[in-house]
């Protein structure tokens, strides 16, 4: 049993060797501690010095219990030992499992042909950067050529039956002209409306824009081009056709090029079935930095309700921000799934544990210097651990 007000923890990085001997020289060490009835005592030094190292001089260490480190206050303020109390904290329950990078499906877009034609411009590369409806590709295509001539016609013809129906509904108003006569104008001018009308619509299923209909004029190149835009920001990662290839054939390539956004990606974790019933949507998920920084956060935003048949796991996908493009999809990653948080009485930093022995133990700050403790363990996090 740890007396709490004796309690300490201890972390010796290098050259204070613990278990039937502790040699009179300390580097950089870490511990918990609290005097009785003091504050914790908290100091940090890069190395101990000459004067510090003196203060046992010519005492054998065979004299001192073993588990005891006697020590001056001036000698532990002078090899960077750090110390702090023991008390009441929190650990964090979390379930690792591990995972793979993927796109986030909902950012990535195959941009197809919607006609037959031949490629006859590519304006984008692999690695790209692509806006949302730029022009990524330009075909020629007899298919849109004679959709814009027909809706050209439509045009020309909706004019010509408008300015009929007007002038004959002035004849009409003065009586010149019979009103049978008016209402085939006016029935001629509703069909010229609609043809018109149904040309248009096609040119968009082609996936020509408002502009481009409005901009239509009768020459012969412009009637062919055909613009072939991406329908999402983000970059491209591959590009499928070749100049002069023939596209929308059947039997022969749509699809020109891939384009990701990549801000942000998916996870895609694999969750055995005994742990399914204590992960939620919405939980959050911890991934460790590729480079050793601050891990990635991020939430769990679908669980598949199938198991895969061969792992007996199922598919659960947590969704990750990767504004800085830290993650490459393909990568494979342990991600921490957080289950809750537990308050516990007594709680210090793993790194205060030390295994001597096959125990685990922590060091006590006592007023000679520090006693070895063992003591048993509880629940643990990345950081704390219960004692």
Known sequence: M?????????????????????SDRVSRARVASVFPGDSPVAAKASTPDSKAGDDHAGQPHDEEPEGVVHLTAERIAASGIDTMPVEAGTIARTLSVP??????????ARVAAKVVGTVSELAKQLGDPVAKDEVVAVLDSREVAEAKGEFL????????QKTL?????????????????????????TEAQLRHDLARHKLSALSVTESEIGGLTREARTLQRHEVRS????????????LGASVGVEGQAK?????????????????????????REGQG????????GAPFEGRIVFISPMLNQETRSARVVASLDNRGLAWRPGSFVTAQIALGRDVVARAIPRAAVQTIGGEQVVFVRTAEGFEKREVALGTVDDRTVEV
């Open 255 to 279: 699809e020109l090029y891939v384009v990701a956004d990549l801000s942000s990606v998916w996870i895609d974790l694999a969750v055995p079935t005994a742990d399914l019933p204590s992960v």
């Open 165 to 189: 129906f007007d002038r004959g509904l002035i004849l009409y108003r003065e009586k010149i002209t019979p009103e049978n006569q008016f209402l085939r104008a006016q029935a001629t001018l």
């Open 2 to 22: 740890i007396r709490r007000h004796y309690l300490l923890l201890a972390v010796v990085a290098l050259g204070l060797v613990l278990g039937g001997l502790f």
């Open 153 to 160: 016609a439509a045009r020309a013809n909706l004019d010509l």
């Open 285 to 292: 998920v911890s991934v460790a930095a590729p480079n050793e």
């Open 99 to 108: 995972g793979n990078v993927v796109p986030d499906q909902n950012r990535i």
């Open 231 to 242: 329908p999402i920001a983000g970059r491209v990662v591959e590009r499928l056709v070749t």
